[in-house]
């Protein structure tokens, strides 16, 4: 009987550690999911379907935003998958959310960029269906710098607070560094957060793409952080105070500049 057992239990544990191996495999070598893969100076793009002329400049624009960061590399590869057919997109377990990102790949989820546009679409139940777009240079740029997170500290998701994770990820890729708009920002933050909102609260912006008030949230304390009080990209996320705490003394800071 504890033979039996015993090969039973082994014939289990052989199926699934071929099946992680085989999972492993696939995730880290995009090429195997793929039809086509488009390299771009240190960027590769993993599509099924023909690119779009724009996809150039565009990658472009958003390795621009990124060089801004002292996290950046240009020894960096950087892996491109979209979610034009293939089924990698949801090979990552902890996928989610417009677009995802771990070690040095970006990977399209649950949005439909379209290109020649620069814009990313998506519709979610959770906002009543309604159509969103957000700008897909930033998008990208977003992920990117989470790459480049990912490459500073491999596990800095499970050793930071989320909020500074994110909030890096859209001071960097809004391009905020320096832009002398931390009150106006604010005024602009205390006005979406009081404001009645279906689903996940937006802020609309100028070119009519929008961003989570939460993220901007986020953006705005990491801002704060870093050019107010000069704090260093370790000092930050070695810092234990609480977005709260860090939206109330920014306030207090705000109210003593006038």
């Known amino acids: ?21 085989f999972w492993s495999v696939l995730l880290l070598n995009p090429t195997l999911s793929y039809a086509h893969s488009t390299a771009l100076d240190n960027i590769t793009i993993y599509h099924n379907e023909p690119l779009p002329e724009a996809v150039e400049s565009i990658l472009s624009d958003a390795i621009q ?8 590399s240009a020894e960096e590869q950087i ?4 979610n034009d057919g293939s089924y990698y997109p949801q090979l990552w377990i902890y996928q989610g959310g417009l677009a995802y990102a771990f070690y040095n790949k ?16 998506y519709t979610w139940e959770v906002n ?16 990117i710098t989470h790459t480049m997170q990912s490459r500073w500290d491999r596990l800095f998701p499970l050793k930071y607070d989320f909020w500074k994770i994110e909030g890096y990820a859209e001071y960097i890729s809004r391009a905020w560094q320096g832009d002398g708009q931390i009150k106006e920002k604010l005024e602009v933050l205390i006005v979406a957060k009081e404001k009645e909102q279906t689903g996940i609260p937006i802020i609309s912006l100028s070119d009519g793409t929008i961003q989570s008030v ?4 986020y953006a705005l304390a990491v801002q704060y952080l ?3 009080k000069g704090l260093s990209i370790d000092q930050l996320y070695e810092d234990q105070t609480k977005l709260d705490a860090v939206y109330e003394e920014l306030k207090e800071w705000t109210e003593s500049q006038k």
């Open 128 to 143: 009543n269906n309604e159509t969103r777009k957000v700008d897909l240079t930033w998008l990208i740029a977003h992920e």
């Open 79 to 82: 892996d491109i998958c979209l």
């Open 1 to 21: 009987m504890y033979r039996k057992f015993k090969k039973i239990a082994f014939s289990i544990l052989s199926f699934l550690g071929i099946g992680f191996l």
């Open 226 to 228: 870093l050019e107010v």
């Open 106 to 121: 970006v990977v399209m989820n649950h949005s439909e960029p379209n290109f020649s546009e620069n814009r990313a679409y």
């Open 214 to 217: 939460s993220y901007f949230e």
């Open 65 to 72: 935003l990124v060089k801004a960061s002292p996290l950046y």
